[in-house]
């Protein structure tokens, strides 16, 4: 098995570029983040619980977790397991509510998993290959800015133009967090 590690949902984002959201999961002991590229359905239903804000009829994912609920079982937790081809994977753990029997494991999408997790106070674990692999801190992106054309950069393999367009957002993200506050929570 694989090395997880528990995130919390840091920060949802709006791209102001092209209007896309972003999840932010941050890694609970360090200042390693995960942003994650999601949907408007899911960004809005992670925001409304985040927020604590009362809708008039259940959204998609409460009418699961209420589905769930009747049911007898409950969401253990999320594991964002792989990132394949630039899209993260999931799985959400079930079990039946009072009993010790094995969890079932269901597939889904990272934004519907974290979407559930919230509404049901499980936690958010990421495995540690994945971080690894597309987890960023604010000393990476403090840096100075990798160049395709021939500016100062970190040792490593050539940055193609298309990556650091996909990156801006991120480093836009992090380069406007105030950490003024940030050990006072």
Do not use: C
């Amino acid at each position: 098995m694989s090395i997880v590690i528990e995130m919390n949902v840091e920060a949802v984002r709006v791209s102001l570029m092209n209007y896309q959201r972003l999840v932010v999961l941050k890694e609970e002991a360090t200042r390693r983040y995960l942003p994650i590229w999601i949907g408007q359905a899911e960004a809005d239903a992670i925001v409304v619980r985040l927020q604590g804000v009362d809708v008039a009829r259940p959204m998609t994912h409460d009418l699961f977790t209420n589905v769930l609920g009747a049911l007898g079982t409950h969401v253990t937790r999320v594991v964002i397991n792989s990132l394949e081809n630039e899209t993260f994977h999931a799985q959400i753990y079930l079990q039946a509510i009072g009993d010790d029997s094995d969890e079932l494991e269901i597939d889904s999408r990272t934004s519907d998993a974290i979407a559930l997790a919230v509404r049901n106070a499980a936690p958010i674990f990421v495995a540690d290959a994945v971080l690894d692999e597309a987890g960023v801190t604010l000393e990476d992106l403090a840096e100075e800015p990798a160049s395709v054309d021939g500016g100062t950069r970190p040792p490593g393999p050539p940055v193609q133009e298309e990556e650091l367009k996909r990156m801006s957002a991120f480093r836009d993200f992090i380069q406007g967090l105030d950490l003024d506050d940030f050990d006072q929570r």
